[in-house]
């Protein structure tokens, strides 16, 4: 991992277009290819980012920009999409990389292990014809959930929260990825399957072809009781 504190201006284009003008961030360039703008504030999730595969280029500033006192120029180019990052380094207070090792994945909490082990047992539950092939399927970046069948063959990669936002969705597009490098399990399809499903998150599945599942850990369990309900 690389890690580059520094005073700079990024630009975001492509499917939307975004500015961050001119402060000190921390940005991260991480072993998987993915490059993260962090600023000192707004919890655990970046200013602006670009998932893998992407291609991080740097360069020397145009004309233009040198005269604004740019040093260096870092383009950031989506290997699937027009999208792309530019950021503007104007100086650089930190520059270091480190070798963090393989990551042995997320240990989930009590209620995730419960809704992975139920849903694996209830494996109908993502739709008729659903096979289970493996709980805790490994790749090269952490386990899958669980890895299924569908009802026509395809393999079904679903990813397990409580609580499903943006960040989960992005965890299982890179599992995606990875799969659907194995010729042996390409084509694979994505499920998000969550008790809550946040919208925006909804909003990124659907944008990125996973199906989302809201999970009634109740029902799972067998102690949901119909005559209880409102609705």
Not at 45 to 72: F, H, I, Q, R
Not at 112 to 133: D, F
Not at 204 to 228: E, M, N
């Amino acid at each position: 991992m690389r890690i580059v504190i520094a005073t700079c201006s990024v630009d975001y284009t492509g499917r939307l277009t975004a500015h961050l003008p001119l402060a000190r961030r921390m940005l991260m360039v991480k072993a998987d290819g993915s490059v993260l703008v962090h600023a000192d504030g707004g919890s655990y999730k970046p200013l602006n980012w670009m998932s893998p595969p992407c291609t991080l280029t740097v360069g020397e500033p145009d004309v233009a920009d040198e005269g604004l006192g740019v040093a260096s120029v870092w383009t950031v180019q989506s290997a699937k999409t027009d999208d792309r990052l530019v950021v503007r380094l104007h100086e650089v207070v930190h520059d270091s990389e480190h070798e963090l090792g393989l990551d042995p994945g997320l240990v989930k909490d009590g209620v995730e292990a419960h809704l992975q082990r139920l849903l694996a047992e209830q494996i109908h539950v993502l739709g008729n014809g659903h096979t289970l092939v493996r709980r805790e399927f490994p790749t090269a970046i952490g386990p899958v959930d669980i890895l299924a069948r569908g009802p026509h063959g395809r393999s079904v990669a679903v990813e397990i929260k409580r609580r499903g936002d943006i960040d989960g969705v992005e965890q299982l597009t890179r599992y995606l990825e990875l799969l659907n490098r194995d010729p042996l399990l390409a084509p694979v399809d994505g499920v998000f399957a969550a008790q809550e499903i946040k919208p925006q998150a909804r909003v990124l599945a659907t944008d990125r072809g996973i199906r989302c599942v809201v999970l009634d850990y109740d029902a799972l369990r067998g102690v949901d009781d119909p005559d209880s309900r409102l609705f």
